[in-house]
T-cell receptor, first 113, second 115 residues
Framework: SQKIEQNSEALNIQEGKTATLTCNYTNYSPAYLQWYRQDPGRGPVFLLLIRENEKEKRKERLKVTFDTTLKQSLFHITASQPADSATYLCALDGGNYGQNFVFGPGTRLSVLP | DAGVIQSPRHEVTEMGQEVTLRCKPISGHNSLFWYRQTMMRGLELLIYFNNNVPIDDSGMPEDRFSAKMPNASFSTLKIQPSEPRDSAVYFC?????????????FGPGTRLTVL
């Protein structure tokens, strides 16, 4: 069956360290993958998109990798700050007509001062 | 731009009542999406419209759910009759096109509680 998993429900790290979040998928063949940030009580906000032919994408302190062989995307936040604390969701195109987005369950990141 | 606007922000109703959620997409966006988010099931796509036309409603859970988009600036999601298991946060999102690489802009959501 099709499945999207994110490494853990919650991740705690110390300020200044690099946070690494994982998104694994099964029985999908996405042409791209997106990462969103969601704060409590708010809707998800788009962060980055990476295509299947791109190995890596960067935006300021954020870096995303996409390995179609491993069926995995890694999302890194370097020099993490308490303000980075949020839930991070990966989303991929479901491959079915009309199912543009399938979201993972999210990882709640807490950056401790 | 005000972003995607949803109303009401919170709705508490009793089982069996009709509930109507409203959404105003970002001006100029041609695609509109309705999602539901729960702890158990995460964020699920219910239905999406392109140029006011429903394209895929396969995510709509039951016939009790219906969605309309009478014009480019307004959409409704209706639940009739509502049940406690419909309690969730409902998000509306819009994008310039329905293309898979287009960024979706989410509204603040409507938290629905059905007693």
């Amino acid at each position: 069956s099709q499945k999207i998993e994110q490494n853990s429900e919650a991740l705690n790290i110390q300020e200044g360290k690099t946070a690494t979040l994982t998104c694994n998928y099964t029985n999908y063949s996405p042409a791209y993958l997106q990462w969103y940030r969601q704060d409590p009580g708010r809707g998800p906000v788009f962060l980055l998109l990476i295509r299947e032919n791109e190995k890596e994408k960067r935006k300021e302190r954020l870096k995303v990798t996409f390995d179609t062989t491993l069926k995995q995307s890694l999302f890194h936040i370097t020099a993490s700050q308490p303000a980075d604390s949020a839930t991070y969701l990966c989303a991929l195109d479901g491959g079915n007509y009309g199912q543009n987005f399938v979201f993972g369950p999210g990882t709640r990141l807490s950056v401790l001062p | 731009d005000a972003g995607v606007i949803q109303s009401p922000r919170h709705e508490v109703t009793e089982m069996g009542q009709e509930v109507t959620l409203r959404c105003k997409p970002i001006s100029g966006h041609n695609s509109l999406f309705w999602y539901r988010q729960t702890m158990m099931r995460g964020l699920e796509l219910l239905i999406y419209f392109n140029n006011n036309v429903p394209i895929d409603d396969s995510g709509m859970p039951e016939d009790r759910f219906s969605a309309k988009m009478p014009n480019a600036s307004f959409s409704t999601l209706k639940i009739q009759p509502s049940e406690p298991r419909d309690s969730a946060v409902y998000f509306c999102a819009s994008s310039f096109t329905s293309g898979s690489t287009d960024t979706q802009y989410f509204g603040p959501g409507t938290r629905l509680t059905v007693l």
